[in-house]
C-alpha cells in the first residue's frame, strides 16, 4: 500500500517495523526498503523481496550520528570526521561491526555499512522508531534503483507492507560508499558526495575501488542495470549511430545532453541536463521511460570523465555491462 506523508504513515510505519514486516520509504538518495535492524526474521524478509543473495550486506540506517558509536566499533579519526562532516547525508560508511549487529545484516563480515539520511521523511521515520533500520534500494536484485514511490510498487508490490510516498528522491543515485575500517582508506562506491570532499575533509589522498579492481561483495559489474541493453556511446558517434538502428528499422530509446538531432516514431528522445546533480535526479526515472518504451537498445551519449561526473558514470558503465552478459 502507497501512503502520503501523514502523522497516519509514520504510525502505521512503526507499528509494521515493530512487528517485523517492511516499509519502504524514500531517502535523499533513492528510496529505501526498510526492516527493524535487530530482528533475523524482518532482515530475512528483505533478502526474499528483492530476490538477494544472502552474502550481500545491508546498509543500517541510524537516526542520529551519536549511534555511530553503538554500532560500530575500533573507529577511526577518519570515521568520526566523515561522520561529522558529511551525516546526515549521502555518504555510508563501512566501520568494524559492534558485537550486536546480526550476521544477516553484515552477509557475515565483520564490518557494517551506516549511514545517516539527510530526508525529511526518513529522518522522521528513524527519529520515531529510535533504532537503526536495515534498508537496501527498494528494487529487485540487479535492478535499477527507485526515486519514486511508483517505481519501488512497480518493483515489489505486495511484497512491501508500506510504501511512504515522499515525492523523487532529490539526489536521485546511491549513497557514496567509504571503506575506513581499516588502515587504508578506500571509496567502494562513487556517488554524488565526490572523492575530492572526502580527500579535503581528509587532507589525503585515497583510492576509489573501480570494476577493474577487486569490489565488495555485492558490487557486481552489472548492478543497476535496465532491462534493455544499454550502450554508452561518445557523441560524435550519437547520430551515426542512431541512424545505423533506424536503418535497420530498429526502435531505439536515446538519452542525450541535448534536445533530439534527428525525429523518427521509432525514435524515443529523452534530454538530459548537461548539470550533474539534475542528471543523477533524474537519470533512473529516465532509464525506466527508456525501459518501458519497446525499444531494441537504449543509447546513452558519453557523460564527461571527471569528477563531478564519476557516479553517474560509474551508475552508466554498469547499466552498460548487461550487454556483455
Ligand atoms: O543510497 C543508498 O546507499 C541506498 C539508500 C536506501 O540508503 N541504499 C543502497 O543499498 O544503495 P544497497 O543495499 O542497494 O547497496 C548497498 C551497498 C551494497 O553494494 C553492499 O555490498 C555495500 O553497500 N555494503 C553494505 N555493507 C557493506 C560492508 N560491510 N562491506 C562492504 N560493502 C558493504
Ligand atoms: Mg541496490
Known sequence: MILPVSSDCYQRALELLQQGRLVAFPTETVYGLGADASQPDAVRGIF?????????PLIVHLPNVE?????????SAAAYELAKHFWPGPLTLIVPKAPHVLNIVTGNQNTVGLRVPQHPVAHQLLHQFGKGIAAPSANRFGHV??????????ELGNSVDLIIDGGACPVGIESTIVDVSGKHISVLRPGMITV???EDVLGEKITVLTSTTTRAPGML???Y??????RLIASEQLLETIKTYLAQQQRIAVLAWHDALIKD?????????TEPQHYAHDLYACLRKADQSDSAVILVE????NENWRGISDRLQKAAHREHL
Open 48 to 56: 526474499a523481496a528483492k530476490q538477494r543473495p544472502a552474502d550481500h
Open 67 to 75: 549511534q555511530l558509536t553503538e554500532w560500530g566499533r575500533q573507529l
Open 145 to 154: 534503483s527507485p526515486t519514486q514511490a511508483q517505481h519501488v510498487q512497480q
Open 196 to 198: 575530492k570532499q572526502i
Open 221 to 223: 559489474a552489472s548492478h
Open 225 to 230: 542495470a535496465p532491462q534493455t541493453a544499454l
Open 265 to 273: 516514431p521509432c525514435l524515443q528522445w529523452i534530454a538530459m541536463s
Open 302 to 305: 558519453q557523460v564527461p570523465q
